[in-house]
């Protein structure tokens, strides 16, 4: 697109004031750029991120919806990549966010930075990432590099958000909307790095044309057969677990220590925030399928089945 071009740097205040604008439901300004919606000030960093981050053929990308459950995915793989350099008793998740360990190529890395310099970050460089597949850098895309998406239901995803917005006031002065609007924005499709079923869909085509580029997971999935995914993530990635690790309980064990109530214990998960707004706390705040049920009548949920029978029609995906 156009904005690929451009120099994040001089351009893009230019280029944000030709863009569409909605309000988010948290109140804060979204635009939208390649048919999806980013908040204001993610655009330069994702401008940045396209124009200047080179993917390695050894990189693995972990890209999400935010709140699908990419806290959990990142320890996986970390623990997964890094098994034999850290046993878990000296893991560095002990000690720092997994948002540290593993950084967000727009929400860290680009977003302080115009151009960091990752060259001398040792291989396997493992990032993540809320873009959608149509706006990764495309040097992502071009690569050998190892994409890992993780989906959620979308009912799930919608409360998870919704909660998470409640508790993190991004702007001070943003006033949050009540359920039934932020979730008829949902159905609009109108949300951070939304229409949920296009940042979806993007991916999941993306598997079907290359599926040892792209692995597509499901939260429900992974939190039905932890061990079955750590080991099919592992294999993906070109770190399959050998049999000897197999039957020292291995897998058990990363599978325990990643899990929700180990992670979410862990002092360093309960205190202080990421980037100076958000509590790192709100990354870990049930992990629970079926929570919708909560907070959503039968009625939003049949809109919600029906819209995505309707867009996810012939794809051959279903939640
Ligand atoms: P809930 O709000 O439903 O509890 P993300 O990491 O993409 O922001 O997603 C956050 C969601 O993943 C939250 O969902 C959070 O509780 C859940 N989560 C975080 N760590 C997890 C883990 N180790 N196992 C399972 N779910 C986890």
Redesign the pocket.
Known sequence: SFAKVADPKDESNELIQTLERRINWDGTSLIKYDGFWFPVRLFKPILSAQKYFKAKDTDIILS?L???????LIPLTFCIVNRHIYPIAQSPLLTSSPHTIVPFLELNLYWEQTNPDLENIPSPRIFSTHMPYNVLPDSIRESECKIIYMCRNPL?HF??YR??LLKNKIEKDAKPLDIDEAFDMFCQGIQLYGPYWEHVLGYWNAHLRNPEKVFFLKYEDL?KETTLYIKKIAEFIGFPFSLEEEEQGLIEEISKF???EN??NLEVNKTGKLMGMVEKRS??????VG?WKNYLTPEMAERVKELMENKLEGSGLMF
Do not use: A, M, V
């Open positions: 999400t935010p709140k699908s459950g990419t806290t959990w799930d409360i998870s909660q998470f939190k990643c899990s929700f992670l979410s990354f870990f705040r049930k992990g629970e929570d």
